[in-house]
């Protein structure tokens, strides 16, 4: 009967090193998402100027792409 429950303590305390281990590794997950999303939200402001951009006001060439791009 020892050898059971030296069993299921042993048994019980591995999982539970494995859960915290598991809760770790999410954690740094986690924070590596949330790093992740904060630049691509730089990246996107950055880019998103709010200026017009030069195009051509008359003609047929560069009134709809930037072709000085």
């Known amino acids: 009967m020892d050898v059971a429950v030296s069993n299921a303590v042993s048994t019980s305390l591995s999982m539970n090193q494995a859960q915290s281990a598991e809760q770790a590794q999410m954690q ?13 939200n730089e990246i996107m402001a950055s880019a998103d100027t709010g200026s017009e951009s030069d195009l ?3 003609g047929s060439v560069g009134t709809q792409v930037n072709t000085f791009a």
Do not use: S
């Open 28 to 40: 740094v997950f986690k924070e590596a998402l949330d790093t992740q999303a904060q630049q691509v």
């Open 56 to 58: 051509a006001q008359e």
